[in-house]
Each structure stands twice: as structure tokens, then as C-alpha cells.
Nanobody, 116 residues
């Protein structure tokens, strides 16, 4: 069964770091664009980082310079390294993959809470 499974969320103090991981099962990430989204309570889901299959990256303005998206195709995994976290980064984070045929997959979500 094709799916994305996340890990790595948790509670961290402001200024700290976390790395989110996401493993793809049942399909290869090689030809997929990947991304990370987040959703805070009472807000819509927003994209925070994106990487095309060729490696071009995009970051939402508030995370640029602090977050880094990456992938390891050999392990079929994608990552989000988050540094200098602040309370506004608290949200449920979702990994995402989309193929050339617009086939898309979402992770189950992992909670990130940043205390002040």
C-alpha cells in the first residue's frame, strides 16, 4: 500500500531544533516532488517547503533560512530540518509527495509544539 509515514515531532523550547522524517512505502520518491505543509489550530493548511524532483527548492517566507527540506532517495525518505524554532511554528506538520501524473500522497501528520 502506498503511503507516507512521518516521525520526529515533539515539544521543543523556542530557539531549538527538530528534524521531521517521512518514509515512503509502496512507491519510489525518485520521480516525485516533495513538500512539507503545516496546520495550526484555527488556521488553514499552508505549504512551508517544497522540492522538485530535480532538486529545486522553495520556502515560505517565514521559514526561509531556518528550515531545510531534503531527501534521501536511497532510503526513500524526505526530511525537514527546523532550526531557530519559535512558538509561531507550532502546528501539525504533514509531508507530501506528488508525481508527474498528479498522483499525490500525504503523511498522517506529526505535532510540533514550541514553548516560549
Amino acid at each position: 500500500q502506498e503511503q507516507l509515514v512521518e516521525s520526529g515531532g515533539g515539544l521543543v523550547q523556542a530557539g531549538g531544533s527538530l528534524r521531521l522524517s517521512c518514509t515512503a512505502y509502496g512507491f519510489s520518491l525518485d520521480d516525485y516532488a516533495i513538500g512539507w505543509f503545516r496546520q495550526a489550530p484555527g488556521k488553514g493548511r499552508e505549504g512551508v517547503a517544497y522540492s522538485s524532483s530535480s532538486g529545486s527548492t522553495y520556502y515560505e517566507a517565514s521559514v526561509k533560512g531556518r528550515f531545510t527540506i531534503s531527501r534521501d532517495n536511497a532510503k526513500n525518505m524526505l526530511y525537514l530540518q527546523m532550526n531557530s524554532l519559535n512558538p509561531d511554528d507550532s502546528a501539525v506538520y504533514y509531508c507530501y509527495a506528488v508525481g508527474a501524473a498528479s498522483d499525490e500522497y500525504w503523511g498522517q501528520g506529526t505535532q510540533v509544539t514550541v514553548s516560549s
